[in-house]
């Protein structure tokens, strides 16, 4: 973001209004904490794992379609190619846990099993290149992974420099199986500087503070230098009440928002939009609070049967433009009351990105106002604002000056997700 040059003798006040805002928002990114300088990450990373929908099927002779298999993973790579989930932004196909053989090979490298994945990792790497798209994997700083697979202690050097070898873009390095809190922040320290020795760029995806949090309070500012993104809470499952439970949980974690930054991401856990556990206006919720979180957006379902409802929010590039903002600012819940959560998010050129979720699970639609002047710190419709609702159906409601009041309907569950464009800043444009 630049600022303006202001001519004129009429512009001097609203150059002045100006000038604290950008100075302000410029404070807010020099005041935010150094993120690991491997130059990935600087949006949100976007892309398809398989772990929630998939988990660790690896029974190929009775479920072929399902298991976890380089089938599959080819599978969902044509599909993120020609359905336009790559050009929307998600790139990275990422493997989860069960890929692996029982045991690593006689030069202690890791080794994906030999039935489900015949040309091995490089040759599924290859060809998910060949698709433009990159490759994730996963492995575990302690002795096991959660599935009981080879683990990586002991092993840092080696198997980071397998992955590079492999063609690896990404690694997911889970906590399961570290015999104490020590070994485990070393261990995820020694990961990502092996993987930054290999030479090759490789996204680094922590489950440190998920593991730290049950012993003592993580320290993020030492975190978000070794790590790109980095999960802190439970794993997400295919329900309402899982989602409500991560959103609850981020909601009262005020010290992990100013932590995210490019570089470096607060990750509440996958996508599972176009599954089986949400209502329509459940996912609708999960989306909008994801691009307001600046979270990963990685999806875990089946691309090949999504619906068409489902596929065009995930695909929403109005949404995903919150989401992948270049000012990387993770948004917050602004307030709670009667069951209706309001969280706002700062994004690039004074704009405020706003969504108001009703949490009550009863009765129908529910109406909510507020005056405008509570909104994005009492600046993003100072002295006006245009206001586009984005989701569930996109409209322009128009412009707002800084004393009007909002009304808004909000279905049960349900999120009305707001852009507020400053007037002032649209007029320079």
């Known amino acids: ?41 600087k949006t949100p990373i976007m892309g398809w794992l398989h772990w929630e929908r998939f ?34 932004g998600y790139e990275y196909l990422c493997i989860d846990d069960c890929w692996m053989a029982t045991q690593r090979d006689n030069d202690g490298r890791l080794q994906a099993d030999p039935k ?35 683990g990586s202690f002991g092993y840092y050097d080696i198997d980071a420099q397998t992955f590079a070898d492999w063609g690896v873009d990404l690694l997911k390095f889970d906590g399961c199986y570290c015999d104490s809190v020590a070994h485990l922040a070393d261990g995820y320290k020694r990961m990502s500087l092996a993987l930054n020795r290999t030479g090759r760029s490789i996204v680094y995806s922590c489950e440190w503070p998920l593991y730290m949090w049950p012993f003592q309070k993580p320290n993020y500012t030492e975190i978000r230098e070794y790590c790109n993104y980095w999960r ?44 089986f556990g949400l209502s329509w206006d459940q996912q609708i919720t999960q989306m909008a609070l994801w691009a307001i979180m600046a979270a990963p957006l990685l999806m875990s379902n089946d691309l090949r049967n999504i619906s068409p409802q489902a596929k065009a929010l995930l695909q929403n590039k109005d949404v995903i433009a919150i989401n992948q903002d270049p000012l990387g600012k993770q948004g917050y819940r602004l307030r709670k009351e009667d069951n209706i959560e309001v969280w706002e998010r700062p994004l690039s050129n004074l704009a405020w990105a706003v969504a108001m979720v009703n949490l009550q699970e009863s009765g ?48 049960p569950t349900g999120t009305i997700l707001l852009l507020l464009e400053n007037a002032s800043h649209t007029h320079l444009n």
Not at 234 to 261: M, R
Not at 383 to 411: D, E, H, M
């Open 1 to 41: 973001m630049t600022a303006k040059r202001c001519l004129g003798r009429r512009s001097r006040p609203l150059c002045s209004v100006l000038a604290v805002r950008f100075l302000a928002l410029v404070l807010w990114g020099v005041l935010g904490a150094r993120a690991l300088d491997n130059g990935l990450a």
């Open 55 to 88: 988990m660790c099927n690896v029974d190929c002779q009775e479920e072929p379609e399902s298991c976890i298999s380089e089938k599959l993973f080819m599978q969902m790579a044509d599909l993120m190619d020609s359905d336009g989930w790559k050009h929307v």
């Open 364 to 411: 129908g639609p529910r109406s909510y106002s507020t005056l405008v002047t509570s909104l994005g710190k009492g600046v993003a419709c100072n002295p006006a604002c245009l206001i586009t609702q984005l989701l569930p159906v996109k409209s322009k409601l128009g412009f707002y000056t800084w004393t009007s009041v909002l009304k808004t309907r909000i279905n």
């Open 232 to 275: 802190n809470f439970a794993d997400i499952y295919d329900s309402w009440q899982s989602v409500k439970n991560i959103l609850d949980w981020t909601s009262n974690q005020k010290g992990i928002i100013d932590v995210a930054g490019p570089g470096g991401w607060n990750d509440p856990d996958m996508l599972v939009i176009g599954n």
């Open 116 to 150: 489900r994945f015949p040309g091995g990792i490089r040759r599924l790497a290859d060809y998910v290149h060949s698709k433009g798209l990159k490759l994730g994997i996963y492995a575990d700083v302690g002795n096991k992974t959660c599935a009981g697979f080879p």
